[in-house]
């Protein structure tokens, strides 16, 4: 029987190259945010076009980080797709926002940009002030970000892409001028952390805060 996917096969074309990689992290013994984390940022970033990149433990942290970066408050609403991992939903509670679920498309699954203004009324209707949308991109296609992307900016949202299952290399979405998009190492480079890009260096210093804990800020006064 032919396996579905054949790890074993895949990795023998790559395996010298990871056993030097992992030996140098067991060589210079810095496990936690070593300098092949920043390596990996900056050939990220140049990839995928945008300022910055931060490497995440996971594409739910990604996300909650994106939240946290963009100010989103509790009450607020956020348009997510009805049909998605529940990631992309849950994190809003965490925060105490309100997802306000939008209908997909038939043949893609991601949001449909038609139903936008719907979303947009009913969550007003009842009181909820939304001040985001984040797309989903699956089935390694990524939503139609250019209409999307006119709903956000007509209506003063930021966007945000949970790229996870889509393909980075269809769509640059920072070209589209989108404030933060998350991609996945897990799902494409058989890696260990997820990526959040973005282009504001403000939302990114604030980004770096929170994901450190603050350990950056002491750091840098230790050092200074």
Same mark, same amino acid.
């Given at each position: 029987m032919?396996?579905f996917?054949?790890?074993?096969? #895949?990795q023998?074309? *790559?395996r010298? !190259?990871?056993?030097k990689?992992?030996? #140098? /992290?067991?060589?210079?013994?810095? %496990? *936690? =945010?070593?300098p092949?984390?920043?390596? =990996?940022e900056?050939? =990220? ?6 300022k %910055? ?13 994106s939240?946290?970066?963009l100010? *989103?408050?509790?009450?607020?609403? /956020? *348009?997510v ?7 992309s ?7 105490? $926002?309100i997802?306000?679920?939008i209908d997909v +498309?038939r ?6 940009p038609t !139903?936008?203004?719907? &979303?947009?009324? &009913?969550?007003k209707?009842i ?14 296609q990524?939503?139609?970000?250019d ?23 269809n #769509? ?8 933060l /998009?998350i991609?996945? $190492?897990? +799902? %494409?480079?058989?890696?260990? &952390?997820?990526?959040? $890009?973005?282009s /504001?260096?403000?939302t +990114?210093? !604030?980004?770096?805060?929170?994901? &450190? ?12």
């Amino acid at each position: 029987m032919i396996p579905f996917i054949d790890l074993n096969a #895949q990795q023998k074309l *790559i395996r010298d !190259k990871i056993d030097k990689r992992i030996n #140098q /992290v067991l060589d210079h013994g810095q %496990y *936690i =945010l070593g300098p092949e984390v920043k390596e =990996l940022e900056d050939r =990220l970033s140049s990839f995928t076009g945008s300022k %910055y990149v931060l490497c995440c433990s996971s594409g739910t942290d990604a996300l909650l980080l994106s939240l946290l970066g963009l100010k *989103i408050k509790p009450g607020e609403g /956020v *348009i997510v797709p009805a049909f998605t991992f529940a990631s992309s939903a849950e994190v809003m509670p965490l925060l105490g $926002a309100i997802p306000i679920f939008i209908d997909v +498309k038939r043949d893609t699954f991601n949001i449909d940009p038609t !139903k936008l203004s719907d &979303s947009l009324k &009913s969550a007003k209707d009842i009181g909820i002030n939304v001040k985001g949308i984040m797309t989903v991109g699956l089935f390694g296609q990524p939503a139609e970000m250019d209409l999307i992307n006119d709903f956000a900016k007509n209506n003063n949202l930021v966007s945000i892409i949970d790229n996870t299952f889509a393909s980075p290399i269809n #769509q640059n979405p920072i070209d589209l001028g989108i404030d933060l /998009v998350i991609h996945s $190492a897990t +799902k %494409y480079l058989s890696g260990h &952390s997820d990526i959040l $890009a973005g282009s /504001v260096s403000g939302t +990114k210093k !604030k980004i770096e805060i929170i994901k &450190s804990s603050g350990l950056n800020l002491v750091l840098k006064m230790i050092t200074h």
